[in-house]
């Protein structure tokens, strides 16, 4: 899971947003006076602004999205509801282009008003996307100053740079029916670089992909299956209280037997193979290795089925932005497990790479907007903006879930990994979902540990909460005679989930999801159920990971090398390919698959593995073996136990080191949970979802 933006703020300050309003489309604009109307949700939490660093140079570039009022918000809502929902007489009725640029989209001479006025504000403005959704533009800070009525101010934010508008943006009141806001402006910077560069420079600047990322290597000490090694050499006293002897983690599964686990093998085999139907990956940047890896990954490890360069289509960014904090080699893991892990399930379908320009919103929703408009039936996405449930502002949400009821409305499946960190209360203190991931217009994708025996075949499946304790560091490939575990255990990583602060409970979710996880938020908004993540769940666990294939840096040389990945980053794009093979054996796109899931659930539990708790948490844990350098056994290795499906508590500590402990409260349990959602792909998944 790669971090999009991140919003890593303190206290309770965004919890002001009514579940009940926020699930409304935002009104436009409010008009602040004859002449001017403000942007409603534009005006940041003071809060955020406590901690000024600076004003804004009036000569640095700010690139943003002048986002355009919908032309029937309510009516597009109320098909993208009856095109999506089985038994509707509009089920699977999409709109081409066309009929959604007629129905829905800004008109023509909205388009053009908007326009004039941001180049007679001084605005450059970059190509119209085909969805009409929203205008590209970019400038020096002083022409957004002017034309938006405020100032730009620099703020330290949990020790990161945030540049923010230091008031309510406004428009001249003669676009408050075109202007729904702006994406952009308020915006996460990592680098004094950045932030200060001038529009010239900018312009200036040509296109270098970042370089490829440092190599990582798999320790020699893993087994093939799950099962398969056991470590027997260990002092007993090291586990306590769990079993010993412990599994020793996975090298990472390779294609045949995620297909196998996940009951697509023999559908493969017989031609539901994804042929005919298109994937859409979109992530930051664009490896100029990654095709060429994916097919040596494949002749190594798939050869049956090879990717074809015919196959695989690339739209690159036209630059790229190396200086943020997208950490731009390390979206090249990211890379090659998506586009691996898709073709591992579907391997006849196609794969289009769209890869935006740097990770800010404007660069992503840019790449997410070619996806969805690309012909792709199905677009997966690994990326968030975490915490963004509840700090996005009002702008970045219009923009994207306008996007996403476009993709549902031409029936494009949208999915999105719902994170790796929790409810994200161990890093932040806060226990708030992601976003895009909490969208009711997404299927947000949670992650599990599989555990694949030596046939191919799913021995057990359980949901993806890690806590993780060091037995040994620097030491041998076991802790010879230690006794004493080197720290102590505690919650480590886990799949992304919870109740939305800013959505109530989509309709679709209220046959299926317990009341308690829906009213979580009670205490803050009454009795108002909310939206609950994930919806669906696959293998993401590291310990249960996938081998992926890449050119990386080593201290010999940059070449091809393997190791395993894992993350809800990997959960995402194997349920895309999944969904692929789907899509041709019913001969039509799914499109918004969120009203199809939860109606198979109450229809057929067998489209569905349930996923519950171990049956013997004791034995509930593997060891994993790692290089103390990542790379080879100069520096010894590090040894570490790592739980399966953890219940027990977490903490978050501050700055200060003040810390507070808590139960998880992502945990697994019989029907939806609040951890792996409805569950894993069963057994008769691809069958049941072909009949809708």
């Known amino acids: 899971m790669r971090i999009a933006r991140l919003w890593a703020l303190t206290g309770a300050v965004g919890l002001a947003i009514s579940c009940t309003a926020a699930a409304a489309w935002p009104s436009p604009a409010t008009h602040a006076s004859a002449a001017r109307a403000s942007l409603r949700g534009s005006l940041t939490p003071a809060a955020e602004r406590s901690h000024p660093a600076g004003k804004v140079p009036a000569t640095a570039a700010v690139s943003f999205d002048l986002l355009l009022t919908l032309r029937d918000a309510a009516g597009l809502q109320a098909f993208v509801k009856d095109v999506s929902t089985p038994g509707s007489a509009e089920f699977h009725h999409y709109l081409t282009d066309a009929r959604w640029n007629a129905r829905y989209a800004p008109t023509a001479a909205e388009v053009a008003k908007a326009k004039a006025w941001l180049r007679g504000e001084g605005f450059s403005v970059g190509a119209l996307p085909k969805d009409r959704l929203y205008i590209p533009a970019s400038g020096s800070a002083a022409l957004v100053e002017k034309a938006f ?126 042929s005919g139907v298109a994937v859409a990956i979109v992530d930051a940047y664009d490896s100029p290795t990654l095709l060429s890896d994916v097919q040596e990954y494949f002749k190594l490890n798939d050869p049956s089925h090879p990717l074809l360069s015919s196959q695989f289509f690339n739209v690159t960014p036209p630059t790229v932005d190396d200086v943020t904090e997208c950490d731009g080699s ?28 740097d990770c800010q919103d404007t660069s992503l929703l840019a790449a997410l907007t070619t996806a969805v408009t690309s012909g792709a039936s199905v677009v997966t996405d690994s990326w968030d903006d ?42 932040f203190g806060l226990a708030i979902p992601n976003y895009p991931a909490s969208s009711p217009f997404v299927t947000a994708v949670g992650g599990t540990t599989l555990e694949i025996n030596q046939d191919n075949q799913r021995a057990a499946e359980y949901g993806w909460s890690t806590a993780k304790q060091v037995l040994c560091t620097p030491s041998t490939t076991n802790c010879g005679s230690a006794t004493t575990a080197a720290s102590s255990l505690a919650y480590d990583y886990g799949d992304g989930g919870g109740t939305s602060y800013y959505y109530t409970e989509p309709y679709y979710q209220v046959p299926v999801v317990p009341a308690d996880l829906a009213l979580r938020n009670e205490a803050l908004f009454g009795p108002v159920p909310a939206r609950v993540l994930p919806d669906i769940s696959m293998d993401a666990d590291p310990q249960s990971g996938m081998l992926i294939g890449l050119t990386q840096t080593f201290p010999n040389g940059t070449y091809y090398s393997q190791f395993k990945e894992g993350g809800t980053s990997l959960a995402s794009p194997l349920l895309a390919g999944v969904i692929a093979d789907a899509d041709q054996a019913a001969g039509i796109s799914l499109g918004f698959l969120n009203p199809v899931l939860y109606k198979a659930d109450l229809d057929n539990g067998s489209a569905f593995y349930d996923i519950l708790p171990p049956s013997n948490p004791d034995s509930a844990a593997v060891i994993r073996v790692d290089y103390t350098n990542e790379i080879d056994s100069s520096q010894g290795y590090t040894i570490s136990l790592r739980t399966i499906g953890y219940a027990g508590p977490e903490t978050y500590c501050d700055g200060t080191n003040n810390c507070a402990t808590r139960p998880v409260t992502l945990t697994a349990g019989q029907g939806f949970d609040s951890l792996t959602g409805i569950g894993s792909v069963g057994p008769d998944f691809l069958s049941v979802l072909s009949k809708f």
């Open 330 to 357: 390390g979206w090249y893991p990211e890379q090659a497990l998506d586009v691996e892990s898709v073709h591992t399930m579907a391997p006849g379908a196609d794969i289009l790479f769209v890869g935006a320009q």
């Open 149 to 274: 009525g405020v100032t730009l101010g620099y703020y330290e934010v949990n020790g990161e740079t945030v540049r923010l508008a230091n008031g309510t943006l406004s428009i001249p009141a003669s676009l408050a029916g075109v202007t729904a806001g702006v994406v952009g402006v308020n915006e996460y910077l990592a680098t004094p670089e950045l932030a200060t560069r001038s529009t010239a420079a900018t312009a200036a600047k040509p296109k270098q992909e970042p370089p490829p990322p440092a190599g990582y290597r798999n320790p020699p000490v893993c087994s093939q299956y799950w099962g398969q090694l056991y470590d027997t050499a260990d002092s007993a006293s090291l586990y306590t209280p769990y079993w010993r002897p412990l599994p020793y983690a996975v090298c990472g599964y390779v294609p045949s037997q995620l297909r196998g686990a996940y009951d697509v093998a023999d559908p493969v085999a017989a031609g539901d193979d994804g």
């Open 386 to 427: 975490t915490l963004g449930d509840v700090f996005d502002d009002v702008a970045t949400h219009t923009a994207y879930d306008d996007t996403f009821m476009l993709a549902a409305a031409t029936g494009v499946s949208v999915l999105f990994s719902s994170g790796d960190s929790g409810d994200n209360f161990s890093s």
